[in-house]
C-alpha cells in the first residue's frame, strides 16, 4: 500500500486549515488517513505548524512520499533533517549523540530565525500604527484650523463716526 504524506483540508471558506496525515495514496483528499501527524495554520503570519516530528520520521522510514507541500512543512519543522541523521546513525557514519546534537543546534537556530521575524513583524506594524496616528493628528487639526472661525476685529473708531455724522 503506497503511502503518502500530505495535507487533509479542514476550516471554513477562504479560512483554510490543514491536518497533515499519513494517508493511502489512493484515498480521498479529505478521507480516510492512518495516522495524524499534526496541522497547520496558514492564516497567520508566520503560520502555525504543529507537527509530530517523531512519527513524521518514522513514517518517512518506511517509505511514505511526502507531497510538495507537505515536503515544505517537514523540512520546515526539520524532520527531514532528522530523517537523514537517523539514516547516517543506521549506516554507522554518525552516533545517536552526535544526530541529537546536530538536530538541536539547528532547530536552536530555526528557532532564533522565527522569533526574529515575529519581533519584525510586531515592530513593523507598531511603525504602520504610529504612522497612522501621526497622519490621523495631522488630519484633525487641519479639520479644527479649517473650522475654527476667523476672530473678528472691530474698529471703535469707525463704528463711532457714522453715528457721530447722523448727529450733526
Known amino acids: 500500500m503506497p503511502v503518502k504524506i500530505r495535507l487533509q483540508r479542514h476550516g471554513k471558506k477562504n479560512k483554510p486549515f490543514y ?96 522569533a526574529g521575524k515575529t519581533e519584525g513583524l510586531a515592530k513593523e506594524e507598531a511603525d504602520a500604527k504610529a504612522k497612522a496616528l501621526e497622519a490621523e493628528k495631522a488630519v484633525n487639526e487641519a479639520r479644527i484650523a479649517a473650522n475654527t472661525p476667523a476672530p473678528v476685529v472691530e474698529d471703535t473708531e469707525e463704528a463711532a463716526a457714522p453715528a457721530g455724522d447722523s448727529e450733526e
Do not use: C, M
Not at 33 to 50: Q, R, S
Not at 68 to 75: C, E, G, Q, R, V
Not at 81 to 106: D, I, M, P, Y
Open 19 to 114: 491536518w497533515i496525515v499519513a494517508a493511502d495514496s489512493r484515498s480521498k483528499r479529505d478521507g480516510r488517513y492512518l495516522e495524524k501527524l499534526g496541522t497547520y495554520n496558514p492564516n497567520v503570519n508566520p503560520a502555525i505548524i504543529d507537527l509530530d516530528v517523531d512519527g513524521a520520521v518514522k513514517w518517512l522510514q518506511n517509505g511514505a512520499q511526502p507531497t510538495d507541500t507537505a515536503k515544505n512543512l517537514l523540512s520546515y519543522k526539520g524532520a527531514l533533517l532528522k530523517n537523514h541523521l537517523v539514516g547516517g546513525v543506521r549506516k554507522g557514519a554518525l552516533t545517536e549523540e552526535q544526530a541529537e546534537a546536530k538536530f538541536a543546534a539547528w532547530l536552536e537556530e530555526k528557532t532564533g530565525k522565527i
